[in-house]
Structures are given as structure tokens and as C-alpha cells.
């Protein structure tokens, strides 16, 4: 049993404290990876949930690899954002701990469909597909500022 499945087993429903993790990816043409993802039908960046054992770090280079086939190497902190509370479709309650890298070294070949994902591609940032999910748009407008990063809210 996974960790999530786990925790709500004992609390339902209850708000709780998740950890995700994630990253930004960019090519050499500095063009970003971003994910269609199967749940919502809009377009993000790859993360997802950290499990127990793991570090954030681990957690970026799982979700990455597991969503896009690509294995992330040297990364750098993008930014952490906390407070954020959610209601999940199944009702679940989270108040989210983001982390978030910063990846230009990576190897492998782009998956471009997956468990949890329709499409994979590289966007350069003045042609992003639509639409964004919403709750990643503050990482794009980071992106536009590169002074911003890395952030702590």
C-alpha cells in the first residue's frame, strides 16, 4: 500500500500536510517540458507526491521519469511554495508543501503518452499550449522573471 493510500485510510477525507515535488525542465533551445496531463486535460509540469524514504530530490527525478521517460541529472532549486490548501476531486483535503527544480541535463527519449500523461513536448515560454492548470501558473510567470528565482512563499 502506498503511502497516501495509507495516511487516508487512517484520517479520510482530513486535511493533511503533502509534499510535492517536481520539476522544470528546459532544452538546449531553452524550450520547456511540459505534460498533458490524463486528469485534468491541461498542461503542466511534471511532479507529483513524495512517498515515505524519499527526498524531494528523488521524488522530482521519480515523477519525471515516471510522467516523461526522462531521467533528470543535475538540478538546481527553482523555488518552494507552502500554504496552499486544496480540496481534491475525491474530497480528500491537502494544504501542499511545492518543490520545485530547475533542470537543463537530462538524457533519455520523451515519452509522449503514459499512465498519467496524453502528451509530453518542449514549448519555447512565447508559445505555451493551452490550457495551463491553473495551479501551476505562478511557475510560469517565474519563468518570465528570472530574477524571481529561486522563490520562497
Known amino acids: 500500500m502506498d503511502y497516501i493510500k495509507h495516511l487516508r485510510s487512517m484520517v479520510g477525507n482530513e486535511r493533511v500536510i503533502m509534499v510535492v ?13 511540459m505534460q498533458l496531463r490524463e486528469d485534468n486535460h491541461c498542461w503542466g509540469f511534471p511532479g507529483g507526491y513524495m512517498e515515505l524514504q524519499e527526498s524531494v530530490m528523488e521524488t522530482a527525478r521519480r515523477e519525471v521519469k515516471e510522467e516523461t521517460g526522462l531521467i533528470l541529472r543535475d538540478m538546481s532549486l527553482f523555488g518552494i511554495r507552502s500554504g496552499v490548501e486544496k480540496t481534491l476531486k475525491n474530497r480528500d483535503q491537502v494544504s501542499l508543501v511545492e518543490i520545485w527544480f530547475q533542470c537543463r541535463d537530462f538524457e533519455g527519449k520523451l515519452d509522449r503518452q503514459g499512465d498519467e500523461t496524453l502528451d509530453n513536448a518542449f514549448f519555447s515560454l512565447d508559445q505555451l499550449p493551452s490550457p495551463i492548470f491553473e495551479s501551476q501558473q505562478y511557475l510560469i510567470e517565474h519563468m518570465c522573471s528570472p530574477d524571481t528565482v529561486p522563490f520562497v512563499k
Open 21 to 33: 515535488a517536481g520539476a522544470i525542465v528546459l532544452d538546449e533551445d531553452g524550450k520547456v517540458l
